[in-house]
C-alpha cells in the first residue's frame, strides 16, 4: 500500500509539475510554484502521525487530491499576481490587490469544499470519519499555502517569470478608463 502510495503521488505530482512548467513558462516557476503544493502534503501527513490516523485504502488518496487542489490555487494566485503587477504600481499593491479579490475567491471556493466534506463526521465509518477530516484541513491548508507561502517564495526569491513582465492592457471597458 505504502508503494502504491508513492507511485500515485510520483505520479500525480509529476503531471502538475509539467502542468505547471507550461503555465508558467519556466523551470524556475514550476518548482517554485510547487513548493506550497509539497508543503500541503508534509502538513497532511503530519497530521495523520499526530492524530494517529493510519495510511489505509480511505486516507491514502489525500495526498493525490492534495496535489490537484493545490495547483488549482497555486495557478490562480500567480496568474493574477503577474497581471496585477503589470496594472499596479507596485509589487505590495499588486498583492494587495489579488488578495482581495483572488484570494477571497480562493478562500470561500476552500472554506466550501472543506465544509462539504466536513459532512463526513456523521458518518459511522471510522475511515470516512478520517478522509472527511483531513481533505478538510489539507483545504485550509492548501489554500493559505497558496496566499501566504506563495506570495513569500516571489517576494522573497523575485523570479522573472513573476517580476520581469511589462504592463498588461487593461482587459475591460471600465479599466481603460
Known sequence: MVDNQKTSMAIAYGLVFILLLIVMRN????????I?????????FAIMALWGIPLDFVTMMIASLVIGIGVDYTIHFTESFRRELGRSESPVAALERVLATTGRAVIVNAASVAAG??????????????????????????SLAALVILPAIYFTFRPKFIFSRGPQPPTSKKEKK
Do not use: H
Open 27 to 34: 523551470a524556475v516557476g514550476g518548482l517554485l510554484s510547487s
Open 36 to 44: 506550497p503544493i509539497l508543503l500541503t502534503i508534509l502538513i497532511n
Open 117 to 142: 466534506f466536513l459532512v463526513l463526521l456523521a458518518c459511522q465509518v471510522i475511515p470516512l470519519r478520517q478522509f472527511g477530516v483531513l481533505v478538510a484541513v489539507t483545504m485550509a491548508a492548501s
